[in-house]
Protein backbone atom coordinates (compact mmCIF):
# COMPACT_ATOMS: atom_id res chain seq x y z
CA UNK A 1 0.00 0.00 0.00
CA UNK A 2 1.05 3.33 -0.85
CA UNK A 3 2.72 5.30 2.06
CA UNK A 4 0.48 8.62 2.21
CA UNK A 5 2.28 9.77 5.21
CA UNK A 6 4.82 11.55 3.62
CA UNK A 7 4.45 15.08 2.69
CA UNK A 8 4.42 16.56 -0.61
CA UNK A 9 6.83 19.56 -1.28
CA UNK A 10 5.73 21.67 -4.32
CA UNK A 11 8.06 23.78 -5.92
CA UNK A 12 7.59 27.00 -8.20
CA UNK A 13 9.36 27.20 -11.15
CA UNK A 14 10.47 24.34 -13.39
CA UNK A 15 13.79 25.14 -13.85
CA UNK A 16 16.98 22.71 -13.58
CA UNK A 17 16.77 23.30 -9.79
CA UNK A 18 13.38 21.78 -9.74
CA UNK A 19 14.30 19.30 -12.22
CA UNK A 20 17.68 18.47 -9.90
CA UNK A 21 15.49 18.42 -6.68
CA UNK A 22 13.52 15.48 -8.09
CA UNK A 23 15.79 12.51 -7.62
CA UNK A 24 16.49 13.58 -4.02
CA UNK A 25 12.70 13.78 -3.32
CA UNK A 26 12.45 10.06 -4.82
CA UNK A 27 15.16 9.11 -2.75
CA UNK A 28 13.91 10.46 0.40
CA UNK A 29 10.32 9.09 -0.56
CA UNK A 30 9.25 12.43 -0.41
CA UNK A 31 6.38 13.68 -3.11
CA UNK A 32 7.19 16.24 -5.22
CA UNK A 33 5.19 18.41 -7.44
CA UNK A 34 5.98 21.45 -9.61
CA UNK A 35 4.37 24.48 -10.74
CA UNK A 36 6.02 25.23 -14.18
CA UNK A 37 6.33 28.28 -16.62
CA UNK A 38 5.88 26.39 -19.99
CA UNK A 39 5.06 22.29 -20.80
CA UNK A 40 8.56 21.77 -21.92
CA UNK A 41 10.57 23.33 -18.63
CA UNK A 42 13.19 20.87 -17.56
CA UNK A 43 11.72 19.80 -14.58
CA UNK A 44 8.45 18.57 -16.52
CA UNK A 45 10.49 15.95 -18.37
CA UNK A 46 11.50 14.14 -15.49
CA UNK A 47 8.00 14.65 -12.84
CA UNK A 48 4.93 13.24 -12.96
CA UNK A 49 3.37 15.65 -11.03
CA UNK A 50 3.13 19.03 -12.88
CA UNK A 51 1.11 21.83 -13.40
CA UNK A 52 1.93 24.74 -16.03
CA UNK A 53 0.93 28.06 -15.17
CA UNK A 54 2.07 32.34 -14.51
CA UNK A 55 3.94 32.40 -11.08
CA UNK A 56 2.83 35.89 -11.21
CA UNK A 57 -0.66 35.21 -11.02
CA UNK A 58 -2.01 34.70 -7.52
CA UNK A 59 -5.03 32.17 -8.10
CA UNK A 60 -2.39 30.04 -9.50
CA UNK A 61 -0.44 30.17 -7.37
CA UNK A 62 -2.83 29.95 -4.48
CA UNK A 63 -4.32 26.65 -6.68
CA UNK A 64 -0.77 25.07 -6.65
CA UNK A 65 -0.05 25.53 -2.67
CA UNK A 66 -3.72 23.94 -2.09
CA UNK A 67 -2.10 20.91 -3.60
CA UNK A 68 1.19 20.86 -1.22
CA UNK A 69 2.25 20.70 2.55
CA UNK A 70 5.00 23.20 2.08
CA UNK A 71 5.88 25.46 -0.88
CA UNK A 72 9.49 26.07 -2.02
CA UNK A 73 11.07 27.39 -5.32
CA UNK A 74 13.28 27.11 -7.98
CA UNK A 75 13.94 31.05 -8.66
CA UNK A 76 12.95 34.58 -6.48
CA UNK A 77 10.78 36.12 -8.91
CA UNK A 78 7.18 35.00 -7.52
CA UNK A 79 6.03 38.61 -6.42
CA UNK A 80 6.85 38.99 -2.78
CA UNK A 81 3.28 40.31 -2.21
CA UNK A 82 1.80 36.69 -3.27
CA UNK A 83 4.21 35.01 -1.22
CA UNK A 84 2.60 37.13 1.73
CA UNK A 85 -0.82 36.48 1.08
CA UNK A 86 -0.27 33.11 0.93
CA UNK A 87 1.84 32.41 4.02
CA UNK A 88 -1.14 34.32 6.08
CA UNK A 89 -3.53 32.32 4.24
CA UNK A 90 -1.91 29.59 6.15
CA UNK A 91 0.51 28.00 3.38
CA UNK A 92 3.64 26.96 4.66
CA UNK A 93 6.38 28.96 2.57
CA UNK A 94 9.93 27.98 3.18
CA UNK A 95 11.65 30.29 2.98
CA UNK A 96 9.22 32.72 4.51
CA UNK A 97 8.79 36.34 2.64
CA UNK A 98 9.96 37.60 5.09
CA UNK A 99 13.47 36.06 4.90
CA UNK A 100 12.69 35.64 0.85
CA UNK A 101 13.03 39.65 0.33
CA UNK A 102 16.08 39.41 0.92
CA UNK A 103 17.39 37.51 -1.86
CA UNK A 104 14.42 39.40 -3.77
CA UNK A 105 15.55 43.06 -3.46
CA UNK A 106 19.48 43.88 -3.44
CA UNK A 107 18.82 47.50 -1.64
CA UNK A 108 16.57 45.67 0.87
CA UNK A 109 19.43 43.24 1.59
CA UNK A 110 22.51 45.72 1.31
CA UNK A 111 20.35 47.70 4.36
CA UNK A 112 20.22 44.48 6.08
CA UNK A 113 23.73 43.46 5.94
CA UNK A 114 24.51 47.13 7.21
CA UNK A 115 22.75 46.90 10.68
CA UNK A 116 23.90 43.41 10.81
CA UNK A 117 27.38 44.47 10.72
CA UNK A 118 28.40 42.13 8.33
CA UNK A 119 30.70 43.64 5.46
CA UNK A 120 29.13 45.12 2.30
CA UNK A 121 30.80 47.13 -0.25
CA UNK A 122 30.42 50.52 -0.76
CA UNK A 123 26.41 51.02 -1.72
CA UNK A 124 23.54 53.50 -2.46
CA UNK A 125 20.28 53.86 -3.58
CA UNK A 126 20.19 55.61 -6.61
CA UNK A 127 16.70 57.50 -8.00
CA UNK A 128 17.89 60.91 -9.22
CA UNK A 129 21.02 61.82 -10.98
CA UNK A 130 21.91 63.79 -7.72
CA UNK A 131 22.38 60.10 -6.06
CA UNK A 132 24.46 59.38 -9.19
CA UNK A 133 26.31 62.93 -8.76
CA UNK A 134 27.23 61.98 -4.92
CA UNK A 135 27.69 58.20 -5.09
CA UNK A 136 30.50 59.43 -8.17
CA UNK A 137 32.31 61.67 -5.65
CA UNK A 138 32.22 59.02 -3.48
CA UNK A 139 33.57 56.47 -5.13
CA UNK A 140 35.09 57.27 -8.32
CA UNK A 141 34.59 55.83 -11.62
CA UNK A 142 33.90 53.38 -12.84
CA UNK A 143 31.53 52.10 -9.95
CA UNK A 144 28.57 49.08 -10.62
CA UNK A 145 25.28 49.53 -11.35
CA UNK A 146 22.14 46.82 -10.15
CA UNK A 147 18.91 46.75 -10.91
CA UNK A 148 17.68 45.96 -7.10
CA UNK A 149 15.11 43.21 -8.49
CA UNK A 150 14.73 40.95 -10.96
CA UNK A 151 18.31 40.16 -11.63
CA UNK A 152 20.52 37.23 -12.69
CA UNK A 153 23.57 35.51 -14.50
CA UNK A 154 24.76 39.12 -14.58
CA UNK A 155 21.68 40.39 -16.51
CA UNK A 156 20.75 43.94 -14.62
CA UNK A 157 24.54 44.47 -13.85
CA UNK A 158 26.53 47.52 -15.38
CA UNK A 159 29.58 49.31 -15.09
CA UNK A 160 29.21 52.42 -15.38
CA UNK A 161 31.57 54.73 -16.18
CA UNK A 162 29.77 58.39 -16.96
CA UNK A 163 26.80 60.05 -15.20
CA UNK A 164 24.70 60.22 -18.34
CA UNK A 165 25.34 56.38 -18.76
CA UNK A 166 24.09 56.13 -15.25
CA UNK A 167 21.07 58.70 -15.57
CA UNK A 168 19.99 56.83 -19.06
CA UNK A 169 19.68 53.56 -17.13
CA UNK A 170 17.83 55.13 -14.44
CA UNK A 171 15.63 57.12 -16.48
CA UNK A 172 14.83 53.86 -18.11
CA UNK A 173 13.83 51.73 -14.48
CA UNK A 174 13.30 54.61 -11.96
CA UNK A 175 15.11 52.96 -8.97
CA UNK A 176 18.99 51.35 -9.19
CA UNK A 177 21.65 50.13 -6.70
CA UNK A 178 25.08 51.63 -7.06
CA UNK A 179 28.19 49.80 -5.82
CA UNK A 180 32.15 50.70 -5.79
CA UNK A 181 33.61 47.92 -8.55
CA UNK A 182 35.46 45.34 -5.61
CA UNK A 183 39.05 45.12 -6.23
CA UNK A 184 38.47 41.41 -5.48
CA UNK A 185 41.37 38.54 -5.62
CA UNK A 186 38.75 36.72 -6.25
CA UNK A 187 35.15 35.30 -5.81
CA UNK A 188 34.20 32.89 -3.13
CA UNK A 189 30.64 31.14 -2.17
CA UNK A 190 29.22 29.52 0.38
CA UNK A 191 26.14 27.33 1.51
CA UNK A 192 24.26 26.99 4.17
CA UNK A 193 20.75 24.71 5.37
CA UNK A 194 18.70 25.76 8.08
CA UNK A 195 15.49 24.10 9.25
CA UNK A 196 12.50 26.02 11.06
CA UNK A 197 13.77 24.51 14.15
CA UNK A 198 16.87 26.44 13.64
CA UNK A 199 19.23 23.17 12.75
CA UNK A 200 22.34 24.50 10.60
CA UNK A 201 24.56 22.82 8.41
CA UNK A 202 27.27 24.79 5.91
CA UNK A 203 29.30 23.09 3.24
CA UNK A 204 32.90 24.02 2.71
CA UNK A 205 33.55 27.39 1.26
CA UNK A 206 33.95 27.51 -2.29
CA UNK A 207 35.94 29.79 -5.13
CA UNK A 208 33.98 30.74 -7.81
CA UNK A 209 34.92 32.10 -11.36
CA UNK A 210 31.90 34.02 -13.88
CA UNK A 211 32.45 34.37 -17.41
CA UNK A 212 30.21 37.57 -18.88
CA UNK A 213 28.46 37.61 -15.28
CA UNK A 214 27.61 33.75 -15.26
CA UNK A 215 28.82 31.40 -13.14
CA UNK A 216 31.01 29.04 -15.11
CA UNK A 217 33.39 27.26 -12.31
CA UNK A 218 33.27 26.30 -8.71
CA UNK A 219 36.03 24.27 -6.36
CA UNK A 220 35.12 22.82 -3.59
CA UNK A 221 37.28 23.52 -1.21
CA UNK A 222 38.31 27.05 -1.94
CA UNK A 223 42.14 26.29 -2.68
CA UNK A 224 44.20 28.28 -0.21
CA UNK A 225 41.83 29.89 1.67
CA UNK A 226 43.11 30.96 5.42
CA UNK A 227 41.42 28.55 8.18
CA UNK A 228 40.83 31.98 9.86
CA UNK A 229 38.69 33.39 6.78
CA UNK A 230 37.00 30.31 6.20
CA UNK A 231 35.59 30.62 10.06
CA UNK A 232 34.68 33.92 9.62
CA UNK A 233 32.77 33.39 6.27
CA UNK A 234 30.98 30.90 7.82
CA UNK A 235 30.41 32.50 10.81
CA UNK A 236 28.64 35.07 8.44
CA UNK A 237 26.40 32.80 6.49
CA UNK A 238 24.98 31.66 10.03
CA UNK A 239 24.87 35.01 11.73
CA UNK A 240 22.61 36.05 8.32
CA UNK A 241 20.81 32.57 7.96
CA UNK A 242 19.47 32.92 11.70
CA UNK A 243 19.35 36.59 11.97
CA UNK A 244 16.73 36.41 8.40
CA UNK A 245 14.92 32.99 10.18
CA UNK A 246 15.79 31.35 6.47
CA UNK A 247 14.70 27.68 6.07
CA UNK A 248 15.53 25.69 3.23
CA UNK A 249 18.92 25.76 1.24
CA UNK A 250 20.51 29.17 1.06
CA UNK A 251 23.70 30.84 -1.05
CA UNK A 252 25.70 33.55 -0.20
CA UNK A 253 28.41 35.00 -2.82
CA UNK A 254 31.35 36.95 -1.58
CA UNK A 255 34.39 38.69 -2.98
CA UNK A 256 37.33 38.05 -1.38
CA UNK A 257 40.12 41.02 -0.85
CA UNK A 258 43.32 41.73 0.33
CA UNK A 259 41.95 41.97 3.57
CA UNK A 260 39.10 40.03 3.91
CA UNK A 261 36.05 40.01 2.01
CA UNK A 262 32.90 41.52 1.40
CA UNK A 263 29.04 40.31 0.57
CA UNK A 264 28.28 40.56 -3.20
CA UNK A 265 24.46 38.14 -2.62
CA UNK A 266 22.49 35.64 -1.71
CA UNK A 267 19.96 32.93 -3.02
CA UNK A 268 17.85 31.08 -0.97
CA UNK A 269 17.28 28.55 -2.97
CA UNK A 270 20.04 25.59 -4.18
CA UNK A 271 22.54 27.51 -6.60
CA UNK A 272 24.61 27.02 -8.95
CA UNK A 273 27.99 27.27 -6.89
CA UNK A 274 26.22 24.12 -5.33
CA UNK A 275 25.62 21.91 -8.00
CA UNK A 276 29.49 20.33 -6.91
CA UNK A 277 27.94 18.76 -3.60
CA UNK A 278 25.71 16.66 -5.98
CA UNK A 279 28.72 13.73 -6.24
CA UNK A 280 31.26 15.39 -3.88
CA UNK A 281 29.42 15.99 -0.41
CA UNK A 282 27.70 13.87 1.55
CA UNK A 283 24.62 15.75 1.50
CA UNK A 284 23.67 17.72 -1.76
CA UNK A 285 22.27 20.65 -1.82
CA UNK A 286 19.14 19.60 -2.74
CA UNK A 287 17.98 16.64 -0.31
CA UNK A 288 19.28 19.10 1.67
CA UNK A 289 16.84 21.71 0.87
CA UNK A 290 13.83 19.41 1.02
CA UNK A 291 15.17 18.54 4.76
CA UNK A 292 15.35 21.71 5.64
CA UNK A 293 11.84 23.15 3.76
CA UNK A 294 10.31 19.84 5.61
CA UNK A 295 12.10 20.23 9.09
CA UNK A 296 13.58 17.19 9.12
CA UNK A 297 16.92 16.47 10.78
CA UNK A 298 19.50 17.57 8.21
CA UNK A 299 22.31 15.94 6.51
CA UNK A 300 25.91 16.03 6.61
CA UNK A 301 27.53 18.75 4.93
CA UNK A 302 31.15 17.37 4.76
CA UNK A 303 33.15 16.77 1.68
CA UNK A 304 33.32 13.27 0.06
CA UNK A 305 36.57 14.30 -1.86
CA UNK A 306 39.62 16.25 -1.31
CA UNK A 307 38.67 18.35 -4.45
CA UNK A 308 35.42 18.67 -6.34
CA UNK A 309 34.95 20.58 -8.92
CA UNK A 310 31.83 21.84 -11.49
CA UNK A 311 32.24 23.87 -14.56
CA UNK A 312 29.01 24.77 -16.09
CA UNK A 313 28.51 23.36 -19.94
CA UNK A 314 27.62 26.95 -21.49
CA UNK A 315 25.66 26.63 -24.94
CA UNK A 316 27.79 27.41 -27.61
CA UNK A 317 27.18 27.55 -31.58
CA UNK A 318 26.71 23.60 -31.13
CA UNK A 319 23.27 21.91 -30.80
CA UNK A 320 24.52 18.68 -30.27
CA UNK A 321 25.26 17.55 -26.96
CA UNK A 322 25.08 13.79 -27.65
CA UNK A 323 28.02 13.12 -29.47
CA UNK A 324 30.45 14.97 -27.76
CA UNK A 325 28.88 13.57 -24.67
CA UNK A 326 29.66 9.86 -25.81
CA UNK A 327 33.45 11.05 -26.33
CA UNK A 328 33.98 12.61 -22.90
CA UNK A 329 32.53 9.73 -21.10
CA UNK A 330 34.68 7.37 -22.90
CA UNK A 331 37.51 9.55 -22.43
CA UNK A 332 36.96 10.44 -18.22
CA UNK A 333 34.73 7.34 -17.01
CA UNK A 334 34.94 9.45 -13.19
CA UNK A 335 33.97 12.77 -14.22
CA UNK A 336 29.89 13.24 -13.71
CA UNK A 337 27.88 14.76 -16.42
CA UNK A 338 24.59 16.50 -15.56
CA UNK A 339 21.94 17.88 -18.44
CA UNK A 340 19.32 19.88 -17.90
CA UNK A 341 17.28 19.06 -20.85
CA UNK A 342 17.35 22.52 -22.15
CA UNK A 343 18.12 23.84 -25.80
CA UNK A 344 21.66 25.38 -26.61
CA UNK A 345 21.63 29.16 -26.96
CA UNK A 346 25.38 30.62 -26.82
CA UNK A 347 26.18 31.32 -23.27
CA UNK A 348 22.73 29.70 -22.01
CA UNK A 349 23.43 26.93 -18.83
CA UNK A 350 22.44 23.81 -20.21
CA UNK A 351 24.33 21.67 -17.48
CA UNK A 352 27.43 21.03 -15.86
CA UNK A 353 30.24 18.72 -15.07
CA UNK A 354 31.32 17.89 -11.56
CA UNK A 355 34.90 16.13 -11.23
CA UNK A 356 36.63 15.18 -8.21
CA UNK A 357 39.99 13.80 -6.72
CA UNK A 358 43.64 14.93 -5.22
CA UNK A 359 44.72 17.57 -6.99
CA UNK A 360 42.93 20.85 -7.60
CA UNK A 361 44.65 21.87 -10.97
CA UNK A 362 43.79 18.50 -12.74
CA UNK A 363 40.69 17.89 -11.25
CA UNK A 364 39.78 21.30 -12.59
CA UNK A 365 41.84 20.40 -15.88
CA UNK A 366 39.16 17.60 -16.56
CA UNK A 367 35.92 18.73 -15.32
CA UNK A 368 36.88 22.21 -17.93
CA UNK A 369 37.83 19.94 -20.70
CA UNK A 370 34.77 17.56 -20.41
CA UNK A 371 32.42 20.52 -19.86
CA UNK A 372 34.12 23.01 -22.76
CA UNK A 373 33.86 19.74 -24.77
CA UNK A 374 30.22 18.55 -24.70
CA UNK A 375 29.50 22.33 -25.24
CA UNK A 376 31.56 22.21 -28.38
CA UNK A 377 33.63 25.52 -26.89
CA UNK A 378 37.35 25.77 -28.61
CA UNK A 379 39.01 23.65 -25.66
CA UNK A 380 42.27 24.82 -25.74
CA UNK A 381 43.37 27.68 -24.95
CA UNK A 382 41.07 28.44 -22.13
CA UNK A 383 41.34 32.14 -20.45
CA UNK A 384 42.48 29.73 -16.93
CA UNK A 385 43.94 26.91 -18.45
CA UNK A 386 47.37 26.07 -16.72
CA UNK A 387 50.15 26.93 -19.45
CA UNK A 388 50.76 23.65 -21.29
CA UNK A 389 53.89 23.40 -19.69
CA UNK A 390 52.14 22.72 -15.97
CA UNK A 391 49.90 20.99 -17.76
CA UNK A 392 52.39 18.47 -19.50
CA UNK A 393 54.21 17.82 -15.93
CA UNK A 394 50.62 16.61 -14.79
CA UNK A 395 48.81 14.40 -17.84
CA UNK A 396 49.80 11.37 -15.96
CA UNK A 397 46.79 11.09 -13.97
CA UNK A 398 47.31 9.57 -10.39
CA UNK A 399 44.59 6.21 -9.60
CA UNK A 400 42.60 9.06 -7.58
CA UNK A 401 42.24 11.71 -10.25
CA UNK A 402 40.96 9.65 -13.29
CA UNK A 403 39.51 6.42 -13.56
CA UNK A 404 40.63 6.80 -17.30
CA UNK A 405 43.03 9.18 -19.42
CA UNK A 406 44.87 12.40 -18.60
CA UNK A 407 43.44 15.61 -19.08
CA UNK A 408 44.37 15.94 -23.12
CA UNK A 409 45.00 18.29 -25.85
CA UNK A 410 42.20 20.14 -27.91
CA UNK A 411 43.49 17.27 -30.92
CA UNK A 412 41.22 14.56 -29.30
CA UNK A 413 38.33 16.76 -30.71
CA UNK A 414 38.64 15.53 -34.02
P1 LIG B 1 23.38 38.46 -10.57
O1 LIG B 1 22.38 38.69 -9.49
O2 LIG B 1 22.87 38.76 -11.93
O3 LIG B 1 24.11 37.14 -10.46
P2 LIG B 1 25.63 39.79 -9.29
O4 LIG B 1 25.27 40.91 -8.42
O5 LIG B 1 26.01 38.51 -8.63
O6 LIG B 1 24.47 39.59 -10.37
O7 LIG B 1 26.80 40.22 -10.27
C1 LIG B 1 27.30 39.35 -11.28
C2 LIG B 1 28.82 39.44 -11.33
O8 LIG B 1 29.23 40.79 -11.57
C3 LIG B 1 29.49 39.07 -10.00
O9 LIG B 1 29.66 37.69 -9.87
C4 LIG B 1 30.82 39.80 -10.16
O10 LIG B 1 31.71 39.10 -11.01
C5 LIG B 1 30.41 41.09 -10.85
N1 LIG B 1 30.10 42.12 -9.82
C6 LIG B 1 28.90 42.34 -9.23
N2 LIG B 1 28.98 43.33 -8.31
C7 LIG B 1 30.25 43.78 -8.32
C8 LIG B 1 30.96 44.78 -7.59
N3 LIG B 1 30.36 45.58 -6.70
N4 LIG B 1 32.28 44.93 -7.86
C9 LIG B 1 32.92 44.15 -8.78
N5 LIG B 1 32.30 43.20 -9.49
C10 LIG B 1 30.98 42.98 -9.29
Redesign the pocket.
Known sequence: MANVTFPRVGVIGGGQLARMLAPAAEALGIRFSVLAETADAPATQVINEVSVGDYTDFATLKAFAETVDVVTFDHEHVPPEHLQALAEAGHVVRPGPQALIFAQDKILMRRRMDELGLPN?AWAEITSRTDVESFAQRVGFPF?L?TPRG???????RVIDSIDEAVTWLDEVGQLLA????D?TR?LAVMVGRSPMGQTAVWPVVETW?QN?VCKEAIAPAPGLAAGKSREITEAILKVAGALDVTGVMAM?L?ETADGFLI??FAMRPHNTGHWTQDGAVTSQFEQHLRAVLDLPLGSPAAREDVSVMVNILGADHDDLYHPYLHVMAHDPAVKVHLYGKGVRPGRKVGHVNAYGRDADLVLARARHAADFIAGIDINPHPQMPAPADLDANTTPSADDSAGTAATSSDERA
Open positions: PIKGYDGKGVEEKVFEQGEFNE
